[in-house]
């Protein structure tokens, strides 16, 4: 099997994992040099590159000064993984408060995963007063966004019919009457929504929520 060519020569096993290196390693020096220029998205990539150790030595900080840069510039990814960075005190001073400016900035922006995690930081009250009204409207945000493609730190499958964690915190809240009214219709068909996507904490609850919506006590 033909694995890569350099010069008309097949390359297999070491010789192509040089190459492959090599080419990550340039990619990482093209986007230093367009990160100085100040390109928002050689930023982001620059600061996702030392973040994941990818053609640089993994270095937080480096990640953090980078996805500043970007987000400085308003640009929502470099935004949201800046929030990540202040959540977990990683090149940073661990941070709530910090973590969910970020976020909203994001989430503002229209970002889902954003959307989600600021949802959750209002759900739970981390770094930001807790408002189960709020939760709901950032995980209703989330729910309800479309991609035609999706951040690879997610993955597609929660972005073809929207965010199915953020569908299955919808169910609980409206399960729950929480932050909106109880209502258990609300709850079956959000948590559908995620079921459909194969989210399987979602399969499991839709079958609970069908007893509830059955039984005799919601008439």
Same mark, same amino acid.
């Given at each position: 099997?033909? &694995?890569?060519?350099?010069? %008309? ?24 040099? $367009? ?8 930023? #982001? ?7 994941? %150790?990818? !053609?640089?030595?993994?270095? &937080? ?9 970007? $987000? ?10 800046? !929030? ?20 909203? *900035? ?6 889902? =995963?954003?959307? #989600? ?24 945000? =989330? ?11 997610? !993955? =597609?499958? #929660? #972005? ?5 964690? =953020? ?19 609300? $709850?079956?068909?959000?948590?559908? *929504?995620? $079921? ?21 006590? *919601?008439?």
């Amino acid at each position: 099997m033909r &694995f890569a060519s350099l010069a %008309g020569r097949t390359l297999r096993g070491p010789g192509l994992v040089v190459v492959l290196s090599l080419l990550v390693l340039g990619c990482a020096q093209h986007s230093q040099r $367009a990160a100085e220029r100040g390109n928002a998205i050689a930023q #982001y990539n620059l600061g996702v590159a030392y973040d994941h %150790g990818r !053609g640089v030595s993994q270095d &937080f900080w480096q990640a953090a000064h980078w996805y500043r840069e970007a $987000a400085e510039q308003d640009y929502s990814p470099a935004q949201n993984n800046l !929030g990540v960075l202040y959540e977990n005190g990683q090149g940073v001073p661990q941070d709530f408060e910090q973590a969910a400016h970020w976020y909203r *900035k994001a989430a503002e922006q229209g970002l889902a =995963a954003a959307q #989600y995690t600021l949802g959750l930081m209002c759900e739970s009250g981390q770094g930001v007063p807790q408002d189960f009204e709020q939760a709901a409207h950032w995980y209703r945000k =989330a729910a309800e966004r479309r991609f035609s493609s999706a951040p690879s730190s997610l !993955g =597609a499958r #929660y #972005y073809e019919e929207g965010l199915a964690p =953020a569908q299955t915190k919808l169910c609980v809240l409206y399960g729950e009457g929480l932050g909106v009214p109880q209502d258990f219709d609300q $709850a079956l068909h959000w948590c559908r *929504k995620a $079921a459909e996507q194969g989210y399987f904490v979602a399969i499991a609850a839709v079958k609970r929520l069908d007893r509830e919506v059955q039984s005799p006590s *919601k008439q």
